[in-house]
């Protein structure tokens, strides 16, 4: 569509080249370095691998390093690059309950085996700026954390035992890939779950807020929210078995929610589910919530016309790279469509005024 436009090359280097000065920013401070990023900044790199389908810090701090900050352009830039990279196989389902946490919470029982652990948190901060960080100084010392832990098993699991939970749903069937095929409807839960874990954040908090306020019927606890890394295994036909290939940092949530039961399913409690890669435990409470209130059909409840039930409507409207696109497409040429728009308003506007005239003389 734009090809034909050759006028602006030169203009279009410029910008370039100003781009790079802005970027790099006052010469006499020290550049900030893709470590330090990755080091210093990891909920901004974290966010950037979950919504860019890409486990990898060193290359989501990159990102954000040539992004100069813009999320969803770094997001942008790692998915662009994701789809350069060759897909040897498949790993393994994560074993979450083998996670070795720095962090684990839950709102519905306060004594779980294993304990409540509140790891590196801001729940319990005063937001108040820290004028000492712009000092410089040096942080305290963290206490020591602990490196065996055994096994913490979810919370939702001592629901199960009296069967006042629904049975976590079990499907051999491979799901969809969101990454290599594009998405269509109707779109099945283990569907809905890859879009909402790299849907845009903001976007899905506010849909997710909106089932608090009362716009889906939804009321939901956090039955536990648990961050720390996890073993990724793949099988190798040549060995027969699986092998560990390494080990990424996730947030996981599982939301209990209200359920009165319906004319299919008993009075029970029910489950939203949210993983994501990271420490980003707010999109994985939002992702769960969402998760939970689009499983209203086959929960038997009724539709009340909430946005967030609206399976479509959230899928199609949550990515932020389509989004990104077709809104900033908008601001590139389009001489010859508003040329004709123009010529169509003005011949609308001559003919509006002779029927005037028209009018007036008879």
């Not at 330090?36 to 979950?50: K, S, T, W």
């Not at 996670?99 to 294993?114: E, H, L, Q, W």
């Not at 004028?131 to 010392?141: I, Q």
Request: include cysteine.
């Amino acid at each position: 569509m734009y090809v034909a436009v050759k006028g602006g090359e030169r203009a279009i280097e410029n910008a370039h080249a100003w781009l790079a000065e802005e970027r790099r920013g006052d010469v006499n401070v020290p550049e900030l370095s893709v470590a330090q990023i990755r080091e210093q900044m990891a909920l901004a790199v974290n966010r950037v691998m979950a919504e860019g389908s890409l486990f990898d810090p060193d290359l989501a701090a990159l990102a954000i390093k040539q992004a100069r900050g813009d999320l969803i352009e770094a997001i942008f830039l790692i998915r662009a690059y994701r789809t350069t990279l060759p897909r040897f196989g498949t790993s393994e389902p994560i074993a979450t309950d083998t996670m070795a946490c720095d962090r684990r919470i839950s709102a519905t029982f306060k004594d779980v085996p294993g304990g409540q652990v509140l790891g590196p948190t801001f729940d319990y901060t005063h937001r108040l700026l820290d004028f000492k960080l712009a000092a410089d100084g040096d942080v305290a010392d963290a206490p020591q954390r602990e490196t065996d832990q055994a096994d913490v098993p979810h919370v939702t699991d001592f629901l199960n035992r009296e069967g006042l939970i629904e049975e976590a749903p079990h499907d051999d069937t491979v799901p969809r890939d969101l990454t290599r095929e594009p998405l269509e409807m109707p779109a099945d839960r283990p569907l809905r779950l890859q879009a909402l874990a790299r849907a845009d954040e903001g976007f899905t908090l506010s849909l997710a807020y909106s089932t608090q306020r009362g716009y889906a019927r939804n009321h939901a606890f956090v039955g536990e929210l648990r961050i720390g890394t996890v073993d990724v295994e793949m099988d190798i036909p040549e060995l027969g078995f699986a092998i560990d290939i390494g080990e990424i940092t996730i947030t996981e949530c599982e939301s209990v929610n209200q359920f009165t039961g319906s004319k299919t399913e008993p009075p029970q409690f029910t489950r939203g589910y949210g993983l994501v890669f990271g420490q980003t435990e707010r999109k994985a409470i939002s992702m769960a919530l969402v998760d939970r209130a689009m499983r209203w059909e086959e929960l038997g409840e009724d539709n009340v016309g909430a946005p967030v039930q609206d399976t479509e409507f959230v899928l199609y409207h949550s990515d932020n790279i389509q989004a990104t696109g077709f809104l900033e497409h908008i601001k590139l040429p389009h001489y010859v469509d508003f040329q004709s728009e123009l010529e169509l308003v003005r011949k609308l506007r001559r003919e509006a005024g002779a029927a005037d005239m028209q009018e007036a003389a008879e």
